[in-house]
C-alpha cells in the first residue's frame, strides 16, 4: 500500500535478537502514534506475526529487499 502524505517512520532491527523478539515488537508498536509507522527489519518473513497485528487493529505491508532481509511496515488502522 503506497500513501500520499509523509509519515514518520520508526525502525527496529530484530535480527541479532536471541530468542524471540515478539515481546519488543509490541513494545514499539506501544510506541507509534497514529500517525507514525513502524518498520520492522527481518531475516525471514514473520508470518506468524500477521494474524496477531491484524487482531490488535494494525495493517501491514512486507517486502523482501535482501536475500535474509524482510521488511515489514506496520501502521494503526
Known amino acids: 500500500m503506497s500513501t500520499d502524505h509523509q509519515e514518520s517512520v520508526q525502525e527496529l532491527d530484530v535480527r541479532d535478537v536471541d530468542g524471540e523478539p515478539f515481546e519488543q515488537i509490541m513494545n514499539a508498536l506501544d510506541s507509534v502514534s497514529e500517525s507514525e509507522a513502524l518498520r520492522l ?30 521488511h515489514v511496515t506496520i501502521r494503526p488502522e
Open 41 to 70: 527489519v527481518n531475516s525471514f518473513e514473520p508470518v506468524p506475526l500477521y494474524d496477531v497485528l491484524s487482531k490488535k487493529g494494525y495493517q501491514y505491508d512486507t517486502e523482501q529487499v535482501a536475500d535474509k532481509e524482510w
